[in-house]
T-cell receptor, first 113, second 116 residues
């Protein structure tokens, strides 16, 4: 989910279930998107990326879906584990400057036993 | 992936003093480095883009005289927060990308700045 303000939306997931994290991006011209995981006090950690010429990409336990029509990204985590507890951000690469990223608001994922 | 290291990991300074944060690419040459700021429970906001050997480009609303960026070599960029105030307390994160048209940017571990 999206949030404007001083608190992150939280997704509470039971261990073993699948997680779906959503993100809306802003620029219809963006052609590269990345999902990051951030643990408390650490920098963002790359999870998976997707280019605009694709609508789905799979990694190990993760899948990213891209819907350019509505400017929407999602990250699916299969069989969520306690180690998946973190804040997840989507990011779009700003047009014309590779590596320059605009981050979404973020979603806190809490995995419960 | 490539390694980007920030130093220090955390720093506490007195109001009115300046603090320098280093961002190093350890195993590749970083032609471009990016500096982000992150307040608690919020997202990362891009502050500036620095290219080796040239002046940094600052995002709208970021004071270039307050946040001095130097990218004097292909492996090191520094961010100096001048005359720091408590409202500058934040988590500062750098990322670095190497040569080539479309190369991934790698993130440092971040620096927690607390101004008292």
């Amino acid at each position: 989910g999206e949030s404007v303000g001083l608190h992150l939306p939280t997704l509470s997931v039971q261990e073993g279930d699948n997680s779906i994290i959503n993100c809306a991006y802003s620029n219809s011209a963006s052609d590269y998107f990345i999902w990051y995981k951030q643990e408390s006090g650490k920098g963002p950690q790359f999870i998976i990326d997707i280019r605009s010429n694709m609508d789905k990409r799979q990694g190990q336990r993760v899948t990213v879906l891209l819907n350019k029509t509505v400017k929407h990204l999602s990250l699916q985590i299969a069989a969520t584990q306690p180690g998946d507890s973190a804040v997840y951000f989507c990011a779009e690469n700003m047009v014309g400057s590779w590596g320059k990223l605009q981050f979404g608001a973020g979603t806190q994922v809490v995995v419960t036993p | 992936g490539a390694v980007v290291s920030q130093h220090p990991s955390w720093v506490i300074c007195k109001s009115g003093t300046s603090v320098k944060i280093e961002c190093r690419s350890l195993d590749f040459q970083a032609t471009t480095m990016f500096w982000y700021r992150q307040f608690p429970k919020q997202s990362l906001m891009l502050m500036a883009t620095s290219n080796e050997g040239s002046k940094a480009t600052y995002e709208q609303g970021v004071e270039k005289d307050k946040f001095l960026i130097n990218h004097a070599s292909l492996t090191l960029s520094t961010l100096t927060v001048t005359s720091a105030h408590p409202e500058d307390s934040s988590f500062y994160i750098c990322s670095a990308r190497g040569r080539g048209g479309k190369t991934e940017a790698f993130f440092g571990q971040g620096t927690r700045l607390t101004v008292v």
